[in-house]
């Protein structure tokens, strides 16, 4: 893989070659209050924050609250290959959930979030043949390009069904597509153009189911225990391979369209998560998921007989591990600092897909920021989520990157449903 050239692709809010692979890259989708926390998530439980994470939290909202949360991210990633160093910006509008007490311990949310992203722009060169000189006779040159996604828009419940206990679930439709091209030339004007083109278009479901049991131990601590799973199923898309040959003295094209039926699927995910709250004050938790992805297969070309079919083993199981805090030096105080919310996050996750038959970019991610208290005539309960978090993924032998993103986010809470007394 060779990072000669990288151009932005603010639409598609990455730039990262590691996107042409499988689905693209998966997109974090907590919202602003976790991103301080790096995507801490299954084991947390607000009235005040909402967390699509584990749709078992809605049933916490208040019952006297509307809440709305929209996010938007800005980000520099840094590219290095051997010696070579590039800089690519983007920035993405992330999210916009809201979130209501629908019946007596039964809350409701709804909203849209990313799922994937892609988007690349990246070239080789190499030198083909040697002339009587011992030069090289023609220079090949190798362009992927790509764009698109998959998008989420969902509708979830959940409901405290018994004292700590709490179920949920959400239902969404997932919509989106992905054109990635390869192009090669030649230095030669005698020999042909190649461009193979694929595209898919995507409209299916998603669902995921989420339980949280939470107990206090006495007037101090509270333990929260949190589980998800997200069903694994076909998203009915048939992936489609365009092979274009043109010859650049005649201007002549021929064209190959070849279709791989059912060709791709959203894995099974399973999560457990727990977390410790102390006087209201500090918040501690840890969070595993598991992506089976090892168990889809993906559509791939065989280069060697020229078949583009799907096969077994191009992607892999994604573990991650998340471990971060939050702290509010005094919820209670009229101070402003004192209700200021200081949060901290640091995950490791393990690749997806594989990168020329190996491994691809294992990350490292550390996260901090805080949730500042929005306080005016008439609302006291609103808060503006802002943090930073850098995110390493790397692979042996292949591309670095370094991205410093900061994530901001306005949460708007309502007393929408508070009755007023009229005397």
């Known amino acids: 893989m060779c990072a000669a050239v990288l151009t932005a692709n603010a639409q598609s809010g990455t730039n990262s070659p590691y996107s042409q692979y499988g689905l693209g890259v998966l997109s974090d989708q907590s919202q602003g209050f976790n991103r301080g926390m790096n995507g801490l998530g299954l084991g947390m439980r607000f009235s005040n924050q909402v967390n699509t994470l584990n749709p078992a939290s809605y049933s916490a909202v208040d019952s006297l609250t509307m809440i709305f949360d929209a996010g938007l ?61 011992g030069q090289p006779s023609s220079t090949s040159t190798e362009t992927h390009s790509g764009e698109g996604g998959i998008h989420q828009a969902f509708i979830g419940a959940g409901w405290n069904i018994y004292k700590g206990l709490s179920i ?64 694994g199923h076909s998203l009915n898309s048939d992936p489609e391979l ?36 102390y006087n209201n004050s500090l918040t501690v938790g840890v969070d595993y998921t598991l992506q089976k992805w090892g168990s889809c297969d993906y559509p791939q070309l065989n280069t060697t007989t020229g078949e583009y079919q799907r096969v077994s083993g191009a992607l892999k199981d994604r573990h991650k591990v998340t471990l971060g805090a939050q702290w509010i030096p005094n919820p209670t105080s009229r101070k402003f600092l004192n ?56 692979a042996k032998d292949l591309i670095t990157e370094n991205t410093f993103r900061i994530n901001v986010g306005l949460t708007f809470t309502e007393s929408w449903f508070m009755k007023w007394r009229v005397k």
Do not use: C
């Open 73 to 133: 991210s800005g980000q520099v990633t840094n590219f290095k290959e051997g010696g070579r160093k590039l800089n690519a910006n983007n920035a993405d509008f992330e999210y916009v959930v809201g979130s209501f007490r629908l019946l007596p311990k039964v809350g409701m949310t709804f909203g849209i979030l990313p799922f994937t992203n892609i988007g690349y722009n990246y070239s080789g060169k190499s030198t083909v043949g040697i002339d009587s000189e």
């Open 168 to 231: 949920g679930a959400n239902v969404g439709y997932l919509w989106g597509s992905y054109d990635k091209s390869v192009t090669v030339t030649n230095s030669d004007a005698y020999v042909n153009t190649v461009m193979r083109t694929y595209s898919a278009t995507v409209r299916s479901y998603k669902i995921d189911l989420g339980l949280q049991w939470q107990h206090q131990w006495d007037k101090k601590n509270v333990t929260t225990l949190g589980v998800t799973y997200g069903l």
């Open 242 to 277: 365009i092979t274009t040959i043109s010859n650049p003295q005649t201007s002549v094209a021929t064209y190959d369209t070849v279709r791989v039926a059912d060709g791709l699927h959203l894995p099974s995910s399973y999560g457990v998560g727990m977390a410790w709250t």
């Open 339 to 394: 209700r200021v919310n200081y949060r901290f996050g640091v995950s490791y996750n393990t690749p997806y897909v594989k990168v020329n038959g190996q491994d691809g970019p294992k990350e490292f991610s550390v996260s901090a920021g805080f949730g500042i208290p929005i306080v005016n005539y008439w609302n006291n309960r609103s808060m503006f989520n802002i943090s930073a978090q850098w995110v390493k993924a790397s």
